[in-house]
């Protein structure tokens, strides 16, 4: 069997997951707060995080930090919920491992808290 075998391709729930990380981290290095807000926050994420004033607050909060990177450690998915494992990093920074709990909402996966 040695190393001749191909990762399987990431399909499914876990795939989706990693996708909404991705717009994650992308949102975050265009300092696109809108987007975390409106379209990767589930709506109660959204109302802790601000609600109407999320965006501003987000942005105030992440003032500095530049060529943020999350990377996925981890992911267990139980029906509509799952939690991802990160390791989060940005230039000048140390890394630091989260977790990420995500809900599916209406159809789609969303962040709903973010704990460490």
């Known amino acids: 069997m040695g190393g001749d075998e191909e990762p399987k391709p990431v399909t499914g729930a876990a795939r989706e997951i990693a996708?909404?990380?991705?717009?994650l981290?992308?949102?975050?290095?265009?300092?696109?707060?809108?987007?975390?807000?409106?379209?990767l926050f589930t709506k109660s994420a959204l109302q802790r995080a601000g609600g109407e004033d999320c965006a501003g607050l987000?942005?105030?909060?992440?003032?500095?930090i530049e060529r943020p990177r999350i990377r996925i450690l981890r992911l267990a998915v139980e029906g509509d919920r799952a939690t991802v494992g990160v390791r989060t990093s940005a230039r000048g920074e140390?890394?630091?491992?989260?977790?990420?709990?995500?809900?599916?909402?209406?159809?789609?996966?969303?962040?709903?808290?973010?704990s460490d």
């Not at 981290?25 to 379209?39: G, I, L, P, Q, S």
């Not at 630091?96 to 996966?109: A, K, P, S």
């Open 94 to 114: 140390a890394e630091l491992d989260d977790t990420l709990e995500m809900t599916r909402e209406n159809g789609e996966w969303r962040i709903d808290a973010l």
């Open 19 to 23: 996708e909404v990380v991705s717009q």
């Open 58 to 64: 987000l942005r105030s909060t992440a003032k500095g």
């Open 25 to 39: 981290e992308r949102a975050t290095a265009r300092r696109d707060w809108k987007t975390v807000c409106d379209d």
